[in-house]
């Protein structure tokens, strides 16, 4: 059983530049949320996709996009980068229905995403 | 926004001692679920407890819950230097049509002296 997988693991980027964040999900899981973790803070939740859709957001602003694909890999967009963008952005997967329940989530190691 | 407010923020404990952290949250949830860091890396998943059970254990961890006091409590038995991360609590509220999200505190920073 693969876990779950994110590239890059480090990136620069500089003001107003755009970066994707990618993540493969873990087999056999349909779900991917994505969570922004500050330093010496708690995860923030951005999204989550289920079936290709966005199914529900936390309080990210629009430039904050994402995708999810057949395969229930996902993609993390950011659009107009600001300084305070600078975290670590993890990837979680998780299973929707089948008796799951619970929704334990699995991250991944995350990107560490430095905006000078 | 923080559901989840760990207390302490930091603790530091002999190899051997137990460690104890403590998580309180504001909202009716369906669960909650202790998580681990190592450094700056991803969460790993630890334990869950649901809102209808009052104490779980799993190994060394030991979970309570107070929903009538909004709170819950995580307690390492016997310590390891390999314990030295950081634990989350992460509440699960689930409503109809809502993302099943789980929101996060702010977290305990646990040291272990060898």
């Known amino acids: 059983e693969t876990g779950v997988t994110q590239s890059p693991t480090h990136l620069i980027k500089t003001r107003g530049q755009q970066v994707t964040l990618r993540c493969s999900s873990q087999s056999g899981h349909n779900t991917v949320s994505w969570y922004q973790q500050a330093l010496g803070q708690g995860p923030q939740f951005i999204f989550q996709y289920y079936r290709e859709e966005e199914n529900g957001r936390g309080n990210f602003p629009p430039r904050f996009s994402g995708l999810q694909f057949p395969n229930y890999s996902s993609e993390l967009n950011v659009n107009a980068l600001e300084l305070d963008d600078s975290a670590l952005y993890l990837c979680a997967s998780s299973l929707t229905g089948g008796g799951s329940g619970a929704n334990v989530l699995t991250f991944g190691a995350g990107s560490r995403l430095t905006v000078l | 926004s923080q559901q989840g407010e760990e207390d302490p923020q930091a603790l530091s404990i002999q190899e051997g001692e137990n460690a104890t952290m403590n998580c309180s949250y504001k909202?009716?949830?369906?669960?909650l679920q202790w998580y681990r860091q190592n450094s700056g890396r991803g969460l790993v998943h630890l334990i869950l407890i649901r809102s209808n059970e009052r104490e779980k254990h799993s190994g060394r961890l030991r979970v309570t819950l107070d929903t009538s006091k909004k709170s819950s409590s995580l307690l390492i038995t016997a310590s390891r230097a390999a314990d030295t991360a950081s634990y989350f609590c992460a509440t699960a509220t689930f409503s109809s049509g809502s993302a099943r999200q789980l929101t996060f505190g702010s977290g305990t920073q646990l040291t272990v002296l060898p």
């Open positions: 909202t009716s949830i369906n669960n």
